[in-house]
Structures are given as C-alpha cells and as structure tokens.
C-alpha cells in the first residue's frame, strides 16, 4: 500500500511555471510506476505524464509534451511534475497515482492508489 499526497498547485498567470510535488508513504514507493493526471471543470481526467519505478522512462499526453516534465526522487519517496509555458488550458486539479501494473501505463483504470489533487489555475 501506499499513501500519496500532492503538494505545489496554486494560481500562476499565462507563461509561467509551477512544479507539482507527491509524497507517497512506506517503503514500496520504488516498487510503483507512477503517473500524473489531470481533471478541468466539466471534464473528464485525463492522462498527462507517467515514469516508471526507475525514473528511466517517461509517457506524456500530447499536450503536455516540450512544457511539462516528469520526474521522481524514490530515496524522497517523490514524483514532481515540473509545469512551464502554462496555458488557461492547463487549468484543473492534478493528481498523482501509483500503479504496480507490469509495463508503465497511462491508463487510469490500471492506477489502484490515488492522491487528493491540487489545484492549478492558470489566468490569462
């Protein structure tokens, strides 16, 4: 089991950058490919980038690549998602997921632990 918490999200203009951070507990947290999804008002989430357990390869949506880059630190026991050139687009509650599926994922069905979100608003 693991326990996840997202921390970083907050209210930037157009063009700027924020860097979304999640904590997952216990000593597993190695063990997990993890992925960070996004969920806009109205709509439904949606996939934005994945690491595997390793770090050594990443996924992301169409939308978020060249701006959003993802990362993770297992001796921290964290996952960040760096954010640059926001758009009002990219507004939505972000959250990180961890999955123990064989082969990293981005489908959300196969993510079994899931944060709480935080919020990103980005005003243009």
């Known amino acids: 089991q693991v326990q996840l918490v997202e921390s970083g999200g907050g209210l930037v203009q157009a063009g700027g950058s924020l860097r979304l951070s999640c904590e997952g507990s216990?000593?597993?947290?190695?063990?997990?490919?993890m992925g960070w999804f996004r969920q806009a008002p109205g709509k439904e989430r949606e996939f934005v980038a994945a690491?595997?357990?390793?770090?050594?390869?990443?996924y992301y949506a169409d939308s978020a690549k060249g701006r959003f880059t993802i990362s993770r630190d297992n001796a921290k026991n964290k996952v960040y998602l760096q954010m640059n050139s926001l758009k009002p687009e990219d507004t939505a509650v972000y959250y990180c997921?961890?999955?123990?599926?064989?082969?990293?994922?981005?489908?959300?069905?196969?993510?079994?632990?899931w944060g709480q979100g935080t919020q990103v608003t980005v005003s243009s």
């Open positions: 997921a961890a999955t123990s599926a064989v082969g990293t994922t981005t489908l959300e069905f196969r993510y079994s632990h």
């Open positions: 216990g000593r597993t947290f190695s063990n997990y490919d």
């Open positions: 690491i595997n357990w390793s770090g050594d390869r990443t």
